[in-house]
Structure formats: structure tokens, C-alpha cells
């Protein structure tokens, strides 16, 4: 049974980090790319940040230089490090394992950033 299960999110205020976690579990993690995708209320799903199963990553305009996807493949989790958070960044965070055949995705964990 696969399971992608993310954790980490919470209320930060603007200007504030936050790190998200996305552990993977029943698939041969290496094999998979891993995403961050975030959506809102009336707004369709937009891809944060990607990374391959060789570490090669990429990333939206919107947080280029402000986030950093990361992954261990030897404990089937990947990372999202946010920094500089905006409002504009408040959203439910998506991490999903993007296989060659399938493609996982996780419950989600709510980000909101507000003083």
C-alpha cells in the first residue's frame, strides 16, 4: 500500500519559515520524482517545486529563491524549506511522488501566513 503523508505546516507570520515534510512510503522512493504543489480556495493546484530522483530541481517564479526542495532517497522523504513567507504563500501544500506509471498524492498540510 502507498502512502504519501505530509506534515510540518502550521500559522507563521509573514517574513517567518517554515519546513515541510513529505515521507513516502510502499514504492521505490529513488524512482520517483517529488513535488510540492499548493492550491487555495478557487484556484487550481499550482506546482511549487519538483525534484528528480537525482536531486535535479525546479521551481516556480513565485518561490524561486525563497524555497528549496530537498530529498534523503535513503529515508523516503522529502523537504520543503520556506523562507520569506508572504501571505500570498497561505495555502494547503500538496506533496505528491510522481512515478514513471502512477502518480501519489498526499492529504495535504495547511499553511497560513498572517500577523
Known amino acids: 500500500q502507498v502512502k504519501v503523508v505530509e506534515s510540518g505546516g502550521g500559522l507563521v507570520q509573514p517574513g517567518g519559515s517554515l519546513r515541510l515534510s513529505c515521507a513516502a512510503s510502499g514504492i521505490v522512493f529513488r524512482a520517483y520524482a517529488m513535488a510540492w504543489s499548493r492550491q487555495t480556495p478557487g484556484k487550481q493546484r499550482e506546482l511549487v517545486a519538483r525534484i528528480a530522483g537525482d536531486g535535479t530541481a525546479n521551481y516556480a517564479d513565485s518561490v524561486k529563491d525563497r524555497f528549496t526542495i530537498s530529498r534523503d532517497n535513503a529515508k523516503n522523504t522529502v523537504w520543503l524549506q520556506m523562507n520569506s513567507l508572504n501571505p500570498e504563500d497561505t495555502a494547503v501544500y500538496y506533496c505528491?511522488?510522481?512515478?514513471?506509471?502512477?502518480?501519489?498524492w498526499g492529504q495535504g498540510t495547511q499553511v497560513i501566513v498572517s500577523s
Open positions: 505528491n511522488a510522481d512515478g514513471p506509471f502512477y502518480n501519489y
